[in-house]
């Protein structure tokens, strides 16, 4: 299935809002992988950046590979695409021996540094941040040169969140999701989203 055909169904919605030169974008959010369109929304119009997002429904067959989300497909994530030199995609993945990591993938290995950093100091020692790619499975690295997360300027950063950050303990529920509040976590990699943003020389 093409980005444009999904995007053709009535149980997906696309969302953009241009700001900075610096973009984060969510397209497997809403029911997909869950909380990551809150997180890339939130986080983008805290920091004054621009953001695009596709809420998806709970369908796995709508789960595009990276490589396959292509702005020549859609006019508003061209529009995104077009206006943004450096970028954070924000996505979720489930391991069962990394519920509790991050992985900081993508092609600007100075900014997934500052991303690490701003995350350890956020969340902790709850979860493991990992920067170094080596140490990233390989599916998961981010690097193809067709990956949105390497198609503008300065590239960028993908971040991929294991379940354990998304979910919300004390309500047993995805944060953000079906009446499930906010999971402290998820206001953490906020924060540092934002401070790594402003952080950034960008107009």
Not at 24 to 37: K, P, V
Not at 66 to 81: H, L
Not at 101 to 128: C, K
Request: aromatic residues 4%; charged residues 25%; glycine residues 10%.
């Amino acid at each position: 299935m093409s980005l444009a055909a999904i995007l053709a169904r009535d149980d997906v919605r696309e969302e953009s809002t241009l700001r900075s030169s610096f973009g984060i974008c969510a397209y497997h959010g809403g029911m997909l992988e869950r909380a990551t369109d809150v997180i890339a929304r939130e986080a983008a119009a805290t920091a004054g950046a621009s953001y695009y997002g596709i809420l998806l429904p709970d369908d796995p067959d709508l789960h595009l590979p990276s490589t396959e989300v292509k702005p020549d497909e859609s006019e508003t994530f061209r529009a995104f695409m077009d206006h943004v030199d450096t970028i954070v995609t924000v996505h979720g993945y489930g391991r069962h021996d990394q519920l509790r990591t991050v992985l900081l993938g993508g092609h600007n290995r100075s900014l997934a540094a500052s991303v690490g950093s701003a995350l350890r100091i956020h969340l902790g020692d709850e979860f493991s941040i990992v920067d170094e790619m080596a140490q990233i499975p390989a599916g998961l690295r981010g690097l193809h040169e067709q990956n949105p997360v390497n198609r503008p300027i300065n590239a960028g950063v993908q971040i991929e969140l294991g379940p354990g950050l998304r979910w919300n303990r004390a309500e047993q529920g995805w944060s953000d999701c079906d009446g499930i509040g906010r999971a402290t976590q998820v206001d953490q990699v906020i924060a540092a989203l934002v401070e790594v943003v402003k952080a950034q020389d960008v107009r």
